[in-house]
């Protein structure tokens, strides 16, 4: 990763010398955040945590928390970045990999904070055996910490495995921008009910 920021780095130096402003603004890719959990061993948020270059801490944090229960209904999905950047994208894949083939189905809960004008821009879709949750706008969030709130509609009888695959795209700012994909996927387990009404847990140990 630090490669490709001095690399990145290496490109923005040598735009200001020949195109100007027409010149490709540099891009810096994330490919492998930490996974870190929710202090409560009882909650299942996870969180993909996106490092800065050099030390200027943590550029990105990409968090989805499903609410307890046997299978997966509400979703909580969180963006919070550093304060130099801005929320350009993001990209969601939903998919039950263990489940019938079908995708999951979503729908938007809210959309985002109330109060913002212009409102996020929101598709949801299918593609194959993922639900896609793609946000094209983020208005007066963007450079804000962004929450989504999303209801699974529809979940595969026989899945037991949530993998959610986000791609967030951040920018820079500043006199030159720099965009920073941050790619990564949480899995989760989920537990059937038992028979006599209640749910199986993971052990607390993980």
Partial sequence: MRRRAFLASA????????????????RTE???????????????????????????????????????GPLPRPLAVSISHSR????????????APDGDGSPPKLSLRGPFEAGHSPHPSVSLFQDGAAAVVEVHRFGELADETAFMGLTVTEWPDSARRLVVDSTVELVETGTFEHTHVLDGDLAFEFFAEADDGTADTPDSSG
């Fill in 11 to 26: 490109l923005t130096a040598a735009s200001t010398l020949t195109a100007g402003c027409s010149s490709l603004s540099p």
């Fill in 30 to 68: 994330h490919t492998d955040p930490a996974v870190e959990r929710d202090d409560n061993p009882r909650d299942r948020g996870m969180y993909l945590q996106f490092d800065g270059d050099g030390d200027d801490g943590d550029l990105a944090t990409v968090g989805v928390d499903p609410t307890s």
């Fill in 84 to 95: 130099d950047t801005e929320l350009r994208s993001l990209t969601q894949r939903f998919a």
